[in-house]
């Protein structure tokens, strides 16, 4: 049952994640980067992490993603304006990115285990979760703070009228 | 750690003194002092007591380069005099951002959990994306900006992937932890290949090695003249620690699965870099590329890592970095952030300026690796440690591409002494930081024996 589920929101992730590439117009674009998102956050649900999923849906699809859509309507960008490349280039990376995938094929085909099995059933529990991040995590979970400092004072800077 | 935490103290200091128009007015020499006192505690930390040790190990090696790093920061300080004059009442955001970075680049060296090279990785890359994009009034530094963030968080993609491979493979995030595991299993997963691949690809991507590299002359020309240094010294300097760092703590006994690809990596990392370079006209463009073949010989030191090379990095850091910031702060002395700098303006510079002249010539002579500047130590120490290790073909690719080098550098020497174009005034003044860092060049060229015994 469960290895079913799988293989169905596997097939789904990876279905809209390829729309998300293969759509002519941004809005479909970002629609389908949306579900690919609820999609992989039912397989957090399915290795047991329920707090993930939940800021999955909540953080990316909700927030970040309805950003992006806002951003694309404002500026007027549902149109393709896509400019074509040489020949040449569309080879070459043709050939580049093919290569890449051949190598993460062969590197996961040894180490392939389909079924979604997690080291420890209950880690992805919040409280376990929340036990991690304040013990054994504390110290690069602060370090946190100076990156999201500088992040902020950073867009500050940027968007800032003379 | 302590280290850490006040670099990040100071930088939150330069952020609020903005508030008070007095306060303002000193928040560079604030900073300055800071850092000094910051370098100072840093030497008595060599041995101390340790806080979070599977996160963030402050060993000698990080000790080390941490004042480097803390030198170097304070020397751009000095040097960013009138660099922030287009945004005079939000100077102090700048500066706070900088220093930002020099945190991010304190996790970068010290990391012994591979989720505190990531979170340096970060906080030095999004400080940097803002910082090159600083000048808003101008379309290439907005350019440079957008350029270097698309392309990293690109790379930042790839390094996350390696380390989530590695993850996979081996059950934990620390350094020592994926050392041992490599230690005691005798077949590895090919996943853990992989993993070390994509890690590879995204550090080389952050230390500019092609064919990564491309990012790097067009950020290096857009971006204001003070970010470009603190890119081409700090940051080059912190990257190559924290690859080197990483490789030799978790992945040294697989170095014969990896080395290959490295060994691609420098070879276009030599020709490409010392080739272009040939073509350029513009300054900057010109020292982009230099930095680019630079860290082809600092890649050296990172493939030959199976005999302890760290004693040859360090040297050839910070003769590089001496060399790198010397020139960009002759840039900085002699053009502004809007237009591009052509070689040929440095024309009659032996005339106008005879002392910052000769200061350049060494800082350019140390750079070709012309003894008994410290470049040619720097040099000859990676290159041995390579020799020593058995990798004779690009070791040998290495000197001949650094005689192309000499062109290039010579060509620099050769329009500061040749005549002026029209009638210059003499002055006879260079910037204190030109006076440091030829001096470093000198000095460490001399005695060699003053890094070397650090460790």
């Given at each position: ?32 980067v ?67 995938f051949l ?60 | ?18 508030l ?56 751009i ?16 955001d ?11 680049a ?58 989530a491979?590695i ?11 994926i ?87 420098i ?7 010392n ?20 860290a ?23 003769s ?19 237009k ?10 032996s ?19 012309i ?14 440690a ?23 550098y ?46």
């Amino acid at each position: 049952m469960l290895l079913y589920l799988f293989y169905i929101l596997s097939a789904i992730t990876v279905g809209c994640a390829l729309l998300t590439i293969f759509s002519k117009n941004p809005v479909y674009s970002v629609l389908f980067v949306i579900a690919t998102f609820f999609s992989i956050a039912g397989h957090f649900i399915l290795l047991n992490a329920q707090f993930l999923a939940i800021v999955q849906v909540i953080v990316y699809a909700g927030a970040i993603m309805v950003l992006f859509l806002t951003v694309l309507m404002y500026l007027n960008l549902n149109k393709s304006v896509e400019s074509s490349k040489p020949l040449l280039i569309k080879i070459a990376a043709m050939v580049s990115g093919g290569l890449l995938f051949l190598v993460l094929i062969a590197s996961f085909k040894s180490g392939l285990s389909i079924a979604p099995t997690s080291v420890r059933g209950d880690a992805g529990l919040i409280k376990n979760l929340g036990n991690t991040l304040f013990t054994e995590y504390l110290f690069p979970f602060e370090a946190t703070a100076v990156l999201f400092l500088s992040t902020m004072a950073g867009a500050i800077t940027l968007t800032r009228k003379k | 750690m302590n280290i850490l935490i006040l670099v990040s103290v100071l930088g939150v200091i330069s952020l609020f003194a903005g508030l008070s128009e007095s306060l303002r007015q000193h928040t560079r020499t604030i900073i300055v002092a800071g850092l000094i006192a910051i370098t100072g505690l840093t030497m008595f930390t060599w041995n101390a007591k340790q806080f979070f040790p599977e996160m963030l190990n402050f060993d000698k090696y990080a000790a080390v380069f941490t004042t480097v790093i803390l030198v170097i920061s304070t020397l751009i300080f000095v040097l960013s005099k009138d660099q922030f004059n287009h945004d005079e009442i939000h100077k102090g955001d700048y500066y706070g951002i900088m220093l930002f970075t020099v945190a991010g680049a304190i996790m970068m060296v010290s990391f012994s959990n591979l989720t505190m090279l990531f979170l340096g990785i970060e906080t030095l890359s999004v400080s940097l994306y803002t910082l090159a994009g600083s000048r808003k009034d101008l379309l290439k530094s907005s350019e440079a900006a957008f350029k270097y963030f698309l392309l990293g968080a690109f790379a930042t993609g790839f390094l996350l992937f390696g380390i989530a491979f590695i993850y996979g493979a081996t059950g934990t995030f620390s350094v020592s932890g994926i050392s041992d595991y490599v230690h005691n299993t005798p077949q590895l997963p090919a996943i853990f290949y992989g993993g070390v691949i994509l890690i590879m690809i995204g550090l080389l991507f952050k230390v500019s090695a092609a064919p990564f590299h491309f990012w790097a002359p067009d950020v290096y020309e857009g971006s204001p003249n003070i970010i470009t240094s603190f890119m081409a010294t700090a940051v080059k300097v912190t990257a190559f620690a924290a690859f080197y760092r990483l490789f030799s703590g978790a992945f040294v006994d697989v170095n014969e699965k990896w080395d290959n690809a490295l060994i691609i990596a420098i070879a276009l990392t030599l020709l490409i870099g010392n080739f272009t370079a040939l073509a350029q006209t513009g300054l900057k463009r010109l020292l982009a590329y230099s930095g680019i073949a630079n860290a082809g010989y600092m890649l050296l030191a990172v493939l030959a890592l199976k005999n302890d090379a760290s004693n040859a990095l360090l040297y050839y850091s910070i003769s590089y970095a001496a060399a790198s910031l010397g020139a960009f702060a002759v840039l900085i002395s002699v053009s502004d952030d809007e237009k591009t700098f052509e070689i040929s303006s440095l024309k009659g510079m032996s005339k106008s300026n005879p002392l910052q002249a000769v200061l350049f010539t060494i800082i350019m002579l140390s750079m070709a690796g012309i003894p008994p500047m410290a470049g040619f130590f720097g040099k000859y120490m990676v290159l041995s440690a390579a020799i020593k290790e058995g990798y004779l073909a690009i070791s040998l690719l290495a000197i001949l591409t650094s005689l192309v080098g000499i062109y290039y550098y010579f060509k620099v020497i050769a329009a500061v002494y040749s005549a002026p174009d029209t009638e210059v005034q003499t002055e006879n003044k260079a910037n204190i930081v030109v006076f440091i860092c030829a001096g470093i060049s000198l000095v460490i060229g001399a005695y060699p024996d003053l890094i070397l015994n650090l460790f």
